[in-house]
């Protein structure tokens, strides 16, 4: 069965902290990952990871695929009260075209 | 600009009680995706079609039916609704051309189930 584990499920920091979040899987024949998040409503897209595309970067935050070791990470430097919202990792297995989704990382940055 | 429509965006509901959500989408998408969310479970994936016609279960089907008669409709029926139920539900729907991951999301019905 397909699945996608975060870790932690919540965290406090205050502005200026970095922050490491975690997402673990098991799927059948990897295809990507991806990171999104979520504020008030929908999820806004983040980054995808790939067999050709194991690290991406945007600003302030970052990512890295460990194909190997089944995981990624996503870093965010000199956290903002901005950054507060739910972080969700997702993964296609195959070339399925469907989505499964971990439970989230909720993040809370205080000022 | 429309993008993904849901509707509607609220409703109450008593046990047993059946009802449709329907998803638009207007940017020529395959695939199309209903998704919900419970506090503290990420988004669980009920069901999703990769074309018109077509659908198939994810990990949460059971309670729910779906059809896509228009590849741009995606309709998730509850023919009888249970408090289990309540949620907020989203749609999604991107396309295998030039796949970048990115979904599209709507803006969510929050259904509660008395």
């Known amino acids: 069965e397909d699945k996608v584990v975060q870790s932690p499920l919540s965290l406090v920091v205050h502005e200026g902290d970095t922050v490491t979040l975690n997402c673990s899987y098991e799927v059948t024949n990897f295809r990507s990952l991806l990171w999104y998040k979520q504020e008030k409503k929908a999820p806004t897209f983040l980054f995808m990871l790939?067999?050709?595309?194991i690290e991406k970067k945007s600003g302030r935050l970052s990512s890295i695929l460990d194909k190997k070791e089944l995981f990624s990470i996503l870093n965010i430097t000199a956290t903002q009260t901005g950054d507060s919202a739910i972080y969700l990792c997702?993964?296609?297995?195959?070339?399925?075209?469907?989505?499964?989704f971990g439970q989230g990382t909720t993040l809370q940055v205080k000022p | 600009n429309a993008g993904v429509t849901q509707t509607p965006k609220f409703r109450v509901l008593k046990t047993g009680q059946s009802m449709t959500l329907l998803c638009a989408q207007d940017m020529n998408h395959e695939y199309m995706y209903w998704y919900r969310q419970d506090p503290g479970m990420g988004l669980r994936l009920i069901h999703y079609?990769?074309?018109?016609?077509?659908?198939a279960k994810g990990e949460v089907p059971d309670g729910y039916n779906v059809s896509r008669l228009k590849k741009q409709n995606f309709l998730l029926g509850l023919e009888s609704a249970a408090p289990s139920q309540t949620s907020v539900y989203f749609c999604?729907?991107?396309?295998?051309?030039?796949?970048?991951?990115?979904?599209?999301f709507g803006e969510g019905s929050r259904l509660t189930v008395l």
């Open positions: 999604a729907s991107n396309s295998p051309q030039g796949y970048t991951g990115e979904l599209f």
């Open positions: 997702a993964v296609e297995p195959g070339n399925t075209g469907k989505l499964i």
């Open positions: 079609s990769v074309g018109e016609g077509t659908t």
């Open positions: 790939t067999s050709s595309g």
